[in-house]
T-cell receptor
């Protein structure tokens, strides 16, 4: 499977627990984006990473959320002390390096987070 | 950031009909993509089209970058075309801005 992989596909957490969402980019892709989609809404940019670097995290909430893309292994989006408002679908996309900011994104199937 | 507006917000078509979806963006962009989110929530790439025209089967897209809009054409619609169509744009490749989508329902 050469596509973007995300796991878990569904995640249920109680308020106050931690959620860890994983994303493996397409083979050959070194850029990863995370998005959040609330019900009946479009996708909202959260963070853009390259291997071992956060390039743009301007869409990430300042507290409780963090992201990493280590040299080895998948990208991780971590949400600490989850609250009900964190319930959403979280999508990861990957792209290749392109000159002059050209980036065609490919999306994973998403992780549906439910906070009870 | 870039404001992305899509129209119409909702569309109901009889199977076999044609349609045009529009995406306006507020600033110059060097990335523009169209996606189909199917009823299972998956986002499927339709076109990467920062400028020009492309065709893929019954779908085609045109972006007029100088006038800041893109159009997605669906011909001979099928029930499997149902879902939400999003456009997304960026002028840096760092942040992408999505529209709120066009929800398409194709009736048999």
């Amino acid at each position: 499977n050469a596509g973007v992989m995300q796991n878990p596909r569904h995640l249920v957490r109680r308020r106050g627990q931690e959620a860890r969402l994983r994303c493996s980019p397409m083979k050959g892709h070194s850029h990863v984006y995370w998005y959040r989609q609330l019900p009946e809404e479009g996708l909202k940019f959260m963070v853009y990473l390259q291997k071992e670097n956060i390039i743009d995290e301007s869409g990430m909430p300042k507290e409780r959320f963090s992201a990493e893309f280590p040299k080895e292994g998948p990208s991780i989006l971590r949400i600490q002390q989850v609250v009900r408002g964190d319930s959403a679908a979280y999508f990861c996309a990957s792209s290749q390096i392109g000159g002059q900011g050209l980036r065609e994104q490919y999306f994973g199937p998403g992780t549906r987070l439910t906070v009870t | 950031g870039i404001q992305v507006e899509q129209s119409p917000p909702d569309l109901i078509l009889q199977e076999g009909a044609n349609s045009t979806l529009r995406c306006n963006f507020s600033d110059s962009v060097n990335n523009l993509q169209w996606f189909h989110q199917n009823p299972w929530g998956q986002l499927i790439n339709l076109f990467y089209i920062p400028s020009g025209t492309k065709q893929n089967g019954r779908l085609s897209a045109t972006t007029v970058a100088t006038e800041r809009y893109s159009l997605l054409y669906i011909s001979s619609s099928q029930t499997t075309d149902s879902g939400v169509y999003f456009c997304a744009s960026s002028n840096t490749g760092n942040q992408f801005y999505f529209g709120t989508g066009t929800s398409l329902t194709v009736i048999p």
